[in-house]
């Protein structure tokens, strides 16, 4: 599904801050990947890379075979709301909308009909048991009701990858580790997922494991 090669990323700041140190990376469709490391070590900025929200400033990225760095920034954004799916730490609910909208807030954006959007926001809202809680609005919430809706959120597009940035760092562990026991039950689905996590516990159960220091991938282990 990816291919990145040799990927490097400069940021503009004091003289040049290299984040990215000449990254080699495959995920294949169906893999569970975690992405581990510490504060500063480059992974949130790989994570945007594979996530077409950033470009490597050298090396190349092909998704399903293509390369993105021939595309404009449109064409890459319509590859990304069509394809990937994004849970964040911070959740990024807009607090004006019920739990139901916010789950079709994407659907909007892509001018699907409303029944469609609201058909497809109840399915995934099911499959993140939180049907009954879709009149509800943001500040309602639990932080672990909120990731749920930001999960369903991002799958409601139907993504063939789905990327999460520290997805359980504002729970507590018992809501943390639900979340992830939702993000099992669809990997076995059939999702791709990428998690960043700095928890151990959390990362023992992610059958790939990824660690990046310093800009560079100084392991890669499967089990």
Do not use: W
């Not at 990816?2 to 140190?21: C, D, M, N, S, W």
């Not at 950033?54 to 954004?77: E, V, Y």
């Not at 990327?163 to 099992?184: C, Q, R, V, W, Y």
């Not at 998690?195 to 310093?214: F, G, K």
């Amino acid at each position: 599904m990816i291919r990145l090669r040799h990927a490097t990323k400069t940021f503009p700041v004091g003289g040049g801050l290299t984040v990215l140190r000449g990254v080699d990376l495959d995920i294949r469709a169906n893999e569970y990947v975690g992405i581990l490391g510490a504060s500063g070590s480059g992974k949130s900025t790989l994570l945007y890379i594979l996530g077409l929200l950033d470009r490597p400033t050298t090396g190349t990225l092909h998704f399903r075979d293509r390369d993105m760095s021939t595309l404009s920034d449109d064409q890459l954004s319509e590859i990304r709301g069509q394809t990937i799916g994004f849970i964040f730490q911070a959740f990024h609910l807009i607090p004006q909308l019920s739990v139901i909208e916010n789950v079709e807030l994407p659907l909007f954006y892509q001018h699907r009909p409303p029944r469609v959007r609201r058909r497809r926001a109840r399915r995934c809202l099911e499959q993140v048991q939180l049907l009954h809680r879709i009149d509800h609005m943001p500040p309602q919430l639990s932080g672990g009701e909120c990731q749920r809706t930001a999960i369903a959120r991002a799958l409601v597009t139907d993504p063939d990858l789905v990327l999460a940035d520290e997805p359980t760092g504002n729970l507590d562990s018992k809501t943390g580790s639900e979340i992830f026991d939702i993000f099992a039950n669809l990997h076995a689905q059939g999702r791709t997922f990428v998690v960043i996590t700095h928890d151990p516990a959390i990362a023992n159960r992610i059958p790939r494991i990824v660690r990046i220091s310093d800009g560079r991938i100084e392991e890669d282990v499967s089990r």
